[in-house]
């Protein structure tokens, strides 16, 4: 049987596993499709290469998709998200010069995200602070500005953001061009394992759940090819109930730790893909529950609700209409084309489209197809909460 080529860039961070799992483990082939997995430097070359039209999909910072349709940024191309690769996977690090100034001493306070965030801005408030992110349309760059104004801060005041690629954070922060960063692993691991950097908390201390890659596809491709693409989506689906089982981590850290992947330890891999990650280098292991997600309809499925939190955080720093940006993500985020494409696979699907986010304290069942599924936590910090409804994002 011959194989449908389909030809994916991504970058290379533990949370493009599902796309690496689906290719490596023949989820795809069994699919009908011949996966092709190009390694891209950066955001910006993924972004480019999408608009142009050299990949049909991508691996993508979940805003990229709804940025990249409004045009925010250099390149507008009609982009649409039909899959969520992972939620949470980032950790904020600071250099040893910063923690010294927050007054953090070992492993303690890791993953308080209020008592950080103030040490944070009371350090900032006595010398500059720029912090990496590595693009400015992401959820690195959303999370940190929620986080520093949960904290009572003023992002555009009290810190910098620089754009810095993930592969080079741990050499912008030795060479002292950021003092922190927030990014995904194992970069965030690979800085404390090179001495200069510690781990304060995880993204998930900021929003618990939170959408961190979506595969981002082409509106164009996804319209003429309807077959593929659900093709693509049910060997992802695959791979990440595969990613679910603990005892398949390893070897999945050592299919990504090859050159051609990650090309880093597949111990600082697994460290990413488990959560039990060395925050400041002594050796003691912090673990975080639900650090990272791959597995399930609870860790895949393209809420429209939360396109329209990123829409509502980023739309005026982006230069669009709230209320414009509001209904485009409606229209970005496609769980209308998972549910086709998922459906065969027996999953049991939510009812609804759209939720209230950070409204879950704990594991509770939900209305689905089947009345077996079952989302939680997702909590915001700061207690918050966000209707789409509303239209309205504090």
């Known amino acids: 049987m011959s194989l449908e080529a389909i030809e994916v860039g991504f970058v290379p961070l533990v949370d493009a596993a599902a796309l ?63 899959f969520i690769l992972n939620t949470g996977g980032g950790s904020v690090g600071v250099s040893h010069a910063l923690a010294a100034a927050m007054g953090i001493d070992g492993p303690a306070g890791y993953g308080d995200a209020r008592a950080m965030g103030v040490a944070l801005l009371r350090a900032a408030a006595r010398r500059p602070v720029a912090i990496g992110a590595p693009f400015p349309q992401s959820m690195h760059v959303e999370l940190l500005r929620y986080w520093l104004e949960g904290c009572g801060g003023d992002p555009d005041r009290d810190v910098t953001l620089h754009t810095v690629p993930p592969p080079l954070m741990t050499e912008a922060l030795a060479a002292g061009e950021i003092d922190a960063f927030c990014v995904g692993e194992p970069w965030g691991s690979l800085a404390v394992e090179r001495g200069v950097a510690r781990l304060a908390l995880p993204g998930a201390a900021i929003w618990a759940w939170a959408p961190e890659k979506a595969l981002g596809v082409r509106r164009d491709w996804a319209g003429a090819q309807p077959d593929a693409l659900a093709a693509l989506l049910r060997a992802l689906f695959r791979a990440g ?89 409606a229209e970005c985020f496609r769980p209308d084309l998972y549910r086709a494409a998922i459906a065969p696979l027996g999953a049991d699907l939510p009812g609804a489209s759209s939720k209230v986010e950070g409204a879950l304290e704990s594991r509770i069942g939900v209305a689905s197809a089947q009345g077996g599924l079952f989302l939680g936590p997702d909590r915001f910090f700061d207690r918050r909460e966000y209707d789409p409804d509303v239209n309205d994002c504090y």
């Open 20 to 82: 690496i799992v689906a290719r490596e483990m023949g989820f795809a082939a069994e699919e009908g499709l011949d996966l092709r997995l190009v390694r891209e430097p950066s955001w910006s070359n993924i972004r480019d290469k999408v608009a142009l039209g050299i990949y049909p999909a991508a691996h993508m910072l979940a805003p990229m998709p709804l940025a990249m349709s409004l045009g925010a940024g250099a390149m507008q191309a009609g982009v649409i998200a039909p």
């Open 241 to 329: 109930r595969w990613l679910g089982r603990a005892a398949n981590l390893p070897s999945a850290a050592e299919l990504m730790a090859s050159p051609g992947y990650l090309g880093v330890s597949a111990m600082l891999i697994e460290r990413g893909l488990t959560g039990a990650l060395s925050v400041d280098g002594s050796g003691a292991i912090r673990r975080t529950p639900r650090f990272i997600g791959f597995d399930g309809v609870e860790a895949s499925f393209p809420w429209r609700s939360q396109a329209q939190w990123i829409a509502a955080r980023a739309a005026r720093r982006w230069g669009f209409d709230a209320a414009a940006a509001h209904a485009a993500a």
